[in-house]
């Protein structure tokens, strides 16, 4: 069962990061704010996560697996249900505050778990891979959930379904066996973590993919509506809306195919970082590529193929760094590793929301490019740490 919670952890972190864009274009208009207030909604979700993943990270090695994954899914169904009652934007502010602490939550009980429980722990960057599939489809269910309920139903009951299935998953996690780690944890070992060299590069690493995922889990929907309204100037508004919507369902399915094909290297974890820096340099050029096509269908091809290209980005750099120290310490690594993307997530969507006032969301998406070369070159830096 444990590798169950491993992956249901790892699914949950997924709705929990495509709930805020899935529900984005309902929620700006009953908030009555714009894309920039939006954006200040992911930013403080991101930040909150920041601070919880370098606390969970701690927690995770001291207490264990379990207390942090039921931990986990109870404060995200419980945000979920604010969200969802919320109606002023100080309530939805401070519900996406607590949201990211229950995100953290099940983020390192999945990622840390993840390498342990599956391949014999022998080959951490494709069992990282193969976990995060699972994330992968909790980014799928939840826009598909939104899109299908939302024209059945309210805007409160439709996330309410959401928080429910969220809060299923606290019974597996109190039932299920967690191994343990045959060495004590040490706070001091784990905060030596901060100056190992492979730790820092990995954190850099991570800021620029998160930019990049999460500009693309939280304004794929916005991008999708401009550029669908461009190539089809007279269809019906709402229907833009559904489709544009979709567009986070298309760059789920690509996340799944490709961490599906890399679990499946038996040499991820040596060439990992050749693979991440190759795949990031096709994901800056597909950017670029996005940021002036006025098709339809090709916009649905390049999110579909960036998605693609991307999917290895997080499970692999992650795998690649804990190749290089004990389990024991896995929680502080991977808290200050993915602190370092967390940074990413929460400032990079706010400052293509605010480029998005004078000008588009699309055109704004160019700020991407750049960070795909940064991290090209980093994942080969971290390869030869």
Known sequence: MVKAVALLCSFGLGMCFSLLGAISVKLMPRLRIDQARFGTLVTAFMSACLLASLLMGVITDRVGYKPVAVFGFVLSAVCMLLLARSRSYAAALVSCLVFGFGAMALNTAANTLIPVVFFEGKNPAAASNFGNVAFGIGLLLAPLVVSHLFRKTSYENTVAVLAGIMAVAVVPAVLATYPQSAVAFEFAKALSMLTEPAVLVAGLALFCYAALDVSFSNWLPAFGKEAL???RPDAD??????????LISVY????????LIASQIPALTVYGSWFVAAASA??????VWMTWTRQA??????????????APFFPT????????????VYGSVFGI?????LLGGATVPKLIGNLAKGSSIQKSMILLAPLCVVLAV?????GRL
């Open 317 to 328: 750099i992650v795998g690649i760094t804990f190749a290089k120290f004990s389990p024991e």
């Open 282 to 287: 096709v994901a800056a050029l597909l950017v």
């Open 229 to 231: 309204a461009a190539s």
């Open 297 to 310: 269908s090709v916009a649905w091809l390049l999110v579909f193929v960036v998605g693609l290209a991307s």
């Open 337 to 341: 590793i993915f602190a370092g993307a």
């Open 252 to 259: 789920a399915v690509a996340l799944i195919c490709g961490r």
């Open 237 to 246: 508004p709402n229907r833009i809306d559904a489709s544009a919507q979709r």
């Open 378 to 382: 980093l994942a080969l830096i971290l």
